[in-house]
């Protein structure tokens, strides 16, 4: 009954957290194992239990439980905001205790208690993980309604999905919480932790560019890499102060959100054959590989006649390297600032001095990881820049600062629309088809998906070897002419899995009918 109690929790999506409440896999699932097993073995040996200690346990408990919340309360060891949550949780946790100890009770039918205990739990726990903020809400007692507000108004994914239909991500301008949670809500491909973007094999994107741990906040710096990986649209709340990075153009405008729209439609990507080999010897910074991105597909596999020169056609300014609290002279046209850190410490932060003929004219100060982007137009003539360590505040952060004009801009963003797309794209389950019509040979195809082994490509029918492209990206070799293109995710290892967990289930039943045969065989010779 045991090895029944905990396989069935499988087959219950994200069960190690409906019950703990926390999506951490690594904490949560010994705990919702542990559990498992002790709630079986207490069914299993029901017989056993002596009524008086159980009332009493049941008492102690509820008592014990109502005074910890009382001290928690009354002495201020918690927030606002976790007194009424401390509330809510001593009222049903005390009912699931009163339930599971009636359900003990040798009182026939009443067992059925202990399954409504559960579900209570479970339902609660899977509510109040919906409603949970993060640290800075709780410290800063911010409105619980406030975030639970933000959370629910999907009103702009209920447009954006009613009115386009296409393959596309969407970017939302969060650093909480929020940004996570956000695409769980309405099932969207965003570039949280969660959804979408992160895993193992795309760590060589994401470190020292994008983070340093599993959460991703709204990095509004990465907008070339965005618009690479499909950032459709970017949506906003209006009570949110957000840098609106180049590209993004306002779209529509609702009651409490903005939704802008990217210049650049790459849906599910395009094809390529500018392709520039990799060089293991050459460590460059993360903003210049992401303007070599714009340019060109960086491969290890790549068959080209020649190694193409990765600065033809990139006019890319470099304004100061490894300055220390110094200032750069910025050109006279509008343009952006790329201050890059992601060689010396990625996590820092920066403050910029913008100055006029001598005079400060704005101040802006950021936290960003890897790199960071400003925007510059002919009314400054120098920034001073002031990098530290995010952890140490007296360390001050060397950088390399280059300079992009938006004309240059404006250039890459069209040679790339202007290249072969993938069209009739239909995503179905685990798998995806398009077209895609391409006139040159030696030509790549760069998608939006993000590697992993567990993806097979097929080519007209053919099976093409998956390359690994633009560090973390799937491509594969195109054919001159129209290409139809079947993508398939199938989980590494879940063939071996599924073996293992067939031999096991076959054992348990060979197991389980000896011990009913033997009980049997009992029973007839008692």
């Known amino acids: 009954q045991s090895i029944v109690c905990l396989y069935s929790m499988l087959f219950v999506m994200f069960f190690y957290f409906l019950f703990n409440g926390n999506n951490s896999v690594r904490w949560s699932y010994y705990f919702i194992v542990f559990n498992i097993l002790l709630i079986a073995k207490l069914i299993e040996n029901k017989e056993q239990f002596n009524l008086h200690i159980l009332l009493l346990s049941g008492f102690v408990f509820i008592l014990f439980l109502g005074i910890l919340s009382y001290v928690s309360i009354e002495y201020n060891f918690t927030t606002e905001i976790n007194v009424n949550q401390i509330k809510k949780n001593f009222i049903i946790l005390s009912i699931c205790v009163i339930l599971s100890v009636i359900s003990f009770m040798k009182v026939r039918r009443l067992k059925y208690f202990l399954a409504l205990s559960l579900i209570v739990e479970a339902v609660y726990c899977f509510y109040s993980r919906s409603i949970n903020g993060d640290q800075a809400i709780i410290a800063d007692q911010a409105s619980a309604k406030l975030y639970i507000d933000k959370m629910y108004d999907t009103e702009a994914i209920d447009i954006l ?3 386009d239909t296409d393959f596309y991500r969407i970017d939302y301008a969060s650093n909480d919480s929020l940004a996570y949670n956000y695409p769980m809500i309405k099932n969207y491909m965003g570039f949280s932790s969660y ?9 060589p994107l994401i470190d020292d560019r994008i983070s340093d741990s599993w959460f991703i906040g709204y990095t509004p710096s990465k907008f070339l890499l965005k618009s690479l990986l499909g950032s459709k649209y970017l949506i906003v709340d209006r009570s949110e102060e957000m840098w609106i990075p180049y590209g993004y153009n306002k779209y529509i405008d609702l009651e409490n959100q903005v939704i802008y729209r990217n210049k650049l439609d790459n849906s599910l990507g395009f094809a390529s054959s500018d392709l520039l080999p990799i060089k ?19 491969c ?3 068959q080209v006649n020649s190694f193409q020169d990765a600065g ?10 490894n300055i220390i609290n110094s200032s750069v002279k910025v050109p006279k046209e509008k343009g952006y600032v790329f201050v890059d850190y992601s060689n010396t410490i990625p996590f820092s932060t920066i403050t910029a001095d913008f100055y006029k003929n001598g005079d400060l004219v704005k101040n802006i100060y950021r936290e960003e990881f890897g790199y960071t982007v400003f925007d510059s137009d002919e009314q400054y003539d120098e920034i001073y820049f002031y990098v530290q360590n995010y952890y140490n505040k007296n360390e001050y952060v060397p950088a390399n600062i280059y300079w992009v004009s938006e004309f240059e801009l404006d250039t890459w963003y069209n040679n790339l629309q202007n290249k072969p797309h993938f069209y009739d794209i239909d995503l179905n389950g685990s798998t995806i088809s398009a077209k895609i019509n391409v006139k040159e040979r030696n030509t790549i195809g760069l998608t939006t998906i993000p590697y992993n082994p ?3 490509v097929k080519v007209n029918g053919k099976k093409r070897n998956i390359l690994r492209v633009n560090d973390a990206m799937i491509g594969f070799e195109l054919s001159e002419g129209e290409n139809e293109i079947t993508m398939q995710f199938i989980p590494y290892g879940i063939k071996l899995g599924i073996l293992i967990s067939g031999i096991s289930m076959i054992i348990l039943g060979y197991f389980i009918y000896i011990n009913i045969y033997s009980k049997k065989s009992k029973i007839k010779k008692d």
């Open 161 to 163: 999905k009613e009115n």
């Open 312 to 321: 033809k056609n990139m006019d890319v300014q470099i304004l100061g390297e």
């Open 280 to 298: 293991d010897n050459i460590r460059l910074d993360k903003s210049l590989e992401e303007m070599i991105f714009m340019n060109y597909i960086v």
């Open 195 to 203: 959804i979408s973007i992160y895993n193992f094999e795309t760590r």
């Open 300 to 302: 290890e596999d790549c």
């Open 454 to 456: 567990g993806w097979s």
